[in-house]
């Protein structure tokens, strides 16, 4: 058994739902495997979960090139900065704010090991499990400039939403069972 389905095996029945989604999402659909793998570990590195992380890789690395991995995760530490200092400016809506100079490096976004628009996808489901819109906006008209349709932009938010849930889920099964029950009185 893998080291990902090991992990499936171990969400608990309360999140079953998460534990099907997890299977599906990661097959077919609208995403080339480089984009659907991309996706998948990028977010479980957003969602902070390094055994989920690490069990996508493991799956992703017998389908996809080194460089997919490689740039997942910078794509995932990049959104982790991007996300904060946008959704900030986003937030406060002060013109004064929006004018300056953001002064981040970014020359990974621009210079991805695969392909701009396959980084720029990646980059759009981290930042909706961040919930910043002015990322996700920017990040969704590049790809869909790029030649993506928006069934792989759904399919791409699809799967960070159930990697999100997934970590989420498998957070719920390391509690203890008498650490969840309820206090009586």
């Not at 095996?9 to 080339?32: E, F, H, M, R």
């Not at 090139?65 to 995932?76: F, H, K, N, Q, R």
């Not at 937030?91 to 490096?105: C, D, E, F, N, T």
Request: glycine share 4%.
């Amino acid at each position: 058994m893998s080291r990902l389905e090991t992990l499936r095996t171990s969400i608990p029945d309360a999140a079953k739902d998460i534990k099907l989604n997890l299977q599906a999402v990661l097959q077919g659909g609208a995403l080339t495997p480089e984009q659907r793998w991309g996706v998948a570990i990028a977010s479980a590195a957003a969602a902070r979960r390094g055994d989920l992380r690490d069990a996508l890789i493991d799956e992703a690395r017998r389908e996809v090139p080194e460089a997919v991995v490689e740039d997942a995760l910078a794509a995932a530490a990049l959104m982790a900065m991007n996300n904060v200092y946008y959704r900030f400016r986003h937030m406060i809506g002060k013109p004064s704010y929006a004018g300056k100079p953001a002064r981040l490096r970014m020359n990974r976004m621009v210079q991805p090991l695969t392909n701009k628009t396959d980084f720029e996808l990646v980059s759009l489901a981290v930042s909706a499990i961040a919930g910043c819109e002015a990322c996700i906006r920017a990040h969704e008209q590049v790809v869909v400039e790029g030649g993506l349709t928006e069934d792989a932009v759904n399919d791409a938010v699809r799967i960070a939403a159930t990697v999100n849930a997934a970590a989420t889920a498998l957070e719920m099964a390391s509690v203890a069972p008498a650490a969840a029950a309820p206090i009586s009185a």
